[in-house]
């Protein structure tokens, strides 16, 4: 496990982000010598968990970088990779559930004629193939950015939020293509469907990559 730690005081440095560490963890050897971890039973299959320490010990050659800035590793070097990585991984959640909802308006014949050929049908297949390409587009910037070593914190948040929003979209079409058969195991959607939902919840929910939009981006006050 990688480990924030405040390791110089708050009190005792200029900026909050300052004076934080990044140590690495032998999740193994600390269950049960300071780290206690309990499994959470989740709408998902996710292996989620809560994780308590208390008391923990870590040797100092655990330290990874430079003591005290641990932020910059963690959350500019660490998160915005994250964020672009989940973001493509939305993506091709989406694609896969575009796809699945496209070949079932194709086959699925109704008043002897394919549901696809209906407007009803085809505007939300349309609409949620042009939301995923412009959210794709959205991660190849910031992958780009971060690829080069540039500033790429409101990219990548950004890219999270239209790829979570898109894939999402996607899936609730999906469902609504396929009707009641989108509830039905054997088709794979209802599964997906719910997938689909924790973008937008983690690893950062929608609410504050619109703060961190806002206020870094855009310039309005902090709001927490």
């Known amino acids: 496990m990688l480990l924030l ?3 110089t005081p708050r009190d005792q440095v200029k900026k909050r982000t300052k004076g934080l560490s990044v140590f690495l ?3 193994q050897a600390a269950k049960g010598n300071g780290v206690d971890i309990r499994p959470i039973k989740a709408l998902i299959n996710h292996n989620t968990t809560e994780v308590f320490i208390e008391n923990l010990k870590v040797p100092a050659e655990n330290l990874i970088g430079e003591e005290g800035q641990g932020f910059r590793y963690i959350i500019l070097d660490g998160m915005n990779a994250e964020r672009i990585l989940i973001a493509s991984e939305c993506i091709g959640d989406g694609r896969w559930l ?3 909802g496209v070949d079932y308006a194709n086959e699925r014949r109704v008043f002897g004629r394919p549901i696809g050929q209906n407007q009803g049908v085809q505007f939300p297949l ?3 193939y042009a939301e995923l390409e412009a959210a794709d587009m959205m991660c190849r910037r910031a992958a780009a950015l971060f ?3 540039n500033p790429c914190g409101a990219d990548a948040n950004i890219a999270k939020l239209l790829a979570s929003e898109a894939t999402w979209k996607a899936a609730d079409t999906a469902l609504q293509t396929h009707g009641g058969f989108g509830f039905a195991q054997e088709y794979g959607i209802e599964r997906k469907w719910r997938e689909a939902r924790i973008y937008q919840t983690a690893p950062i929910s929608t609410n504050l990559v619109l703060a961190h ?3 870094h981006v855009l310039g309005l ?3 927490y």
Do not use: I
Request: aromatic share 0%; no cysteine.
């Open 126 to 128: 349309a609409r949620a």
């Open 221 to 223: 006050p902090r709001s």
């Open 98 to 100: 575009l796809r699945k």
């Open 25 to 27: 963890v032998d999740l």
């Open 213 to 215: 939009v806002a206020q």
């Open 147 to 149: 690829d080069a070593g």
């Open 5 to 7: 730690a405040r390791t």
